[in-house]
């Protein structure tokens, strides 16, 4: 029988992350589950059946010209463990186009329940946290329900049927790295397209692809603390404090574990996005980035399936290319990460400030006057270590993990009382006793919405355009088109300035170096919903497009943080936005793209050519 979460965490992902509603997760948790565990027993009786219908659109000629016995062989070797996929909400939909399962009520009233709830989602593989990667734009094939409402019939009844859009075929549970070299193995043999999928949060739809066979890295969950790693190979290292976490580790759990092991392990805003997957290889910014780096900036070692599919152990000490190619290259891009060890530092007090006001509400002059402030404050803020997230709509949060609360205090109080005194801002005020209470009061109530389809765009703004009150003024004119076109813009405090100026050798990451001279990386997003035509969307892509451009213009020298990056960055091949990996080779100078196509090998000849070049040419869900 079906568990069902209680009715009130039904639509909020923030209740489900405060520990006063623990049970209320927990039960979600057990709900998503129970879900899957079902839902899997359905799918997997029926998978090596499916390969055998008769699929349409762009899920037809490759998957349905693999044997039976090449699925069979495939299935034996993962232990069982490959299943056949279907879109999230497939079993609230009677009539569905080639594919397994059926419709359920009881399963569909639990999705319907939960469609927005990040944990539950996280859990099941055929769900994407921003539902347009469930979709084939291009085709308008899609399984979705209504995001505002998730039990309105219209989204599901006859005549919408369920498609299987850009959720990949099949999948493997990995449950060890034979499981991956597998996956590699049959894409090489079989030419079907492979896919890393973890949380499924990906901005660019790099965790699904048509007609492709996934690995689904969920299942991998260890968590360990050494106080004494030394790097594989190092002889002469000194041990030093780290914790070593399997692929599938999502944020939320990696602070409990450091809270009751009384260390601290900075990471990303979203309790489900996970640690070791693609926000890991994509670089990794956190509220304590200013200080202590990106993610990338302290990882000490991971454990990588390369496509030959051996297992390699990288660090600064062996097989340092590929180390290198992780810590920035992204996801889904050079290996299929099984587990990363990154630096514990000891449990710290962080002073931590909100600011909310209805910035927006008082008056669109507010909104410009709030930026021209906050724009003329943050440089001297940053130098002293503050980071974290400024609202433009309504405030911000900040903390300062070099300050004590006194020093803290007396810094940010012109801040505090500028708020106060021009929006009637109230102002919250803790000292926290640890990064996991600081993530669950001021950053998990805010976090961002999931269960919709979902666009962003972003700039990472240069310290330069903050040098004179004249530079300020250009800039706050020109991040205003995209700030006061969306519903939800962002200012991340996120860069790691301080951490760069003090001197921390960067030489050994990959990201784009606009992270280390920038102040600012802006995001604006915005959503739509399972009705929206193909032309409305088209639309909403350009226009987030086009009103960053005049930001970009104004801000030469910047760049785009890969993970939350416009899907249609202009220019994108020039060197600010790429990785730095696009020039090195790897050792055997071949570097495999996953994403959304057959295995390629590049030449050493080649090897500037972006691996996402040619997820963007390929990538035929795209719009
Ligand atoms: C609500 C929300 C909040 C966010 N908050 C932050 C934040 O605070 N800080 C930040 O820096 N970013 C943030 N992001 C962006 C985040 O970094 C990206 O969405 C990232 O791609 C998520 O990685 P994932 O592994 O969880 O997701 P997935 O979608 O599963 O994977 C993303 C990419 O990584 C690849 N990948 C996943 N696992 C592996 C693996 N084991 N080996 C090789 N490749 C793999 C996939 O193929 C894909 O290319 C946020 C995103 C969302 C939606």
């Not at 002073?351 to 669109?364: C, H, Q, R, W, Y």
């Not at 765009?457 to 700030?483: C, G, H, W, Y």
């Not at 009103?547 to 910047?558: C, E, F, H, S, W």
Request: proline share 5%; net charge neutral; with cysteine.
């Amino acid at each position: 029988m079906m568990l069902r979460s209680p009715q009130h965490c039904a639509h909020s992902s923030a209740t489900l992350i405060s520990s006063a509603q623990g049970s209320c997760a927990a039960a979600a948790a057990a709900a998503a589950v129970a879900y899957e565990m079902s839902y899997l027993r359905v799918v997997r009786a029926a998978a090596l059946a499916a390969v055998s219908l008769s699929l349409n659109g762009v899920h037809a000629a490759s998957i349905a010209s693999i044997s039976q016995s090449t699925w069979n062989s495939l299935n034996k070797t993962v232990g069982g463990r490959l299943f056949a996929a279907v879109p999230f909400s497939r079993p609230c939909f009677q009539d569905a186009v080639g594919m397994v399962g059926a419709f359920d009520n009881t399963a569909c009233n639990a999705i319907e329940e939960n469609y927005t709830n990040k944990t539950f989602r996280r859990n099941i593989f055929g769900s994407y946290m921003n539902t347009e990667w469930e979709t084939c734009q291009m085709t308008s094939s899609q399984c979705l329900l209504d995001s505002n409402e998730p039990t309105d019939p219209l989204a599901f009844t006859p005549p919408r049927t369920c498609n299987q859009g850009s959720v990949p075929s099949f999948y493997i549970d990995v449950n060890n790295p034979n499981d991956v070299a597998a996956g590699f193995a049959f894409s090489e043999k079989t030419g079907i397209p492979l896919v890393v999928k973890n949380t499924g949060h990906d901005y660019k739809g790099r965790s699904s692809g048509p007609n492709s066979l996934a690995l689904f890295m969920h299942n991998l969950q260890s968590l360990t603390l050494d106080k004494n790693f030394k790097p594989t190979g190092c002889k002469n290292c000194a041990g030093q404090s780290a914790v070593t976490m399997g692929a599938g580790t999502t944020f939320l759990n990696l602070y409990e574990f450091a809270d009751a092991n009384n260390i601290t392990v900075p990471g990303g805003a979203d309790p489900t996005v996970g640690a070791a997957g693609g926000y890991l290889m994509g670089g990794g910014h956190s509220a304590l980035s200013n200080v202590f780096g990106l993610f990338v900036d302290r990882l000490l070692e991971v454990e990588v399936v390369v496509p030959s599919g051996q297992v390699l152990i990288a660090n600064d000490h062996q097989n340092t290319d590929l180390f290198f190619a992780i810590r920035g290259g992204g996801g889904g891009t050079f290996g299929v990460v099984i587990s990363v060890t990154t630096k514990a530092f000891p449990r710290m007090t962080l002073p931590a400030f909100k600011i909310t006001a209805d910035i927006l509400g008082t008056s669109v002059a507010a909104q410009k006057t709030w930026l021209t402030f906050i724009s003329s404050k943050v440089v001297a803020l940053s130098k002293t270590g503050w980071g974290g997230y400024v609202m433009p709509n309504s405030g911000l949060v900040y903390t300062n993990p070099l300050l004590n609360d006194t020093a803290a205090t007396a810094e940010i109080q012109e801040v505090l009382d500028f708020a106060v005194s021009k929006f009637n801002a109230t102002v919250e005020h803790i000292v926290e006793q640890s990064y996991l209470q600081f993530y669950l009061d001021f950053i998990a109530p805010t976090t961002v919405p999931v269960g919709l389809p979902f666009a962003v765009t972003s700039r990472l703004i240069p310290v330069a355009n903050f040098a004179t009150s004249k530079s300020q003024a250009e800039l706050v004119d020109a991040m205003l088109p995209s700030l006061t076109s969306v519903p939800l813009p962002i200012l991340f405090q996120v860069t790691p300035l301080w951490f760069t100026a003090s001197g921390a050798d960067t030489s050994g990451t990959s990201v784009t170096p606009a992270w280390r001279n920038s102040m600012w990386h802006l995001t604006a997003s915005t959503s739509w919903n399972f009705n929206t035509t193909l032309d409305e969307r088209i639309q909403i892509f350009k226009n987030l497009t086009a009103n960053m451009d005049i930001l970009r213009k104004a801000t030469p020298g910047g760049g785009a943080y890969q993970n939350e990056a416009d899907v249609y960055e202009p220019d994108f091949q020039r060197k600010e936005f790429l990785p730095a990996t696009t020039s090195i080779c790897l050792r055997d100078c071949f570097i495999r793209i996953i994403l959304g196509l057959k295995l390629q090998q590049t030449s050493s000849n080649q090897e500037q050519v972006r691996p996402e070049a040619h997820s963007r040419l390929l990538a035929m869900c795209w719009l």
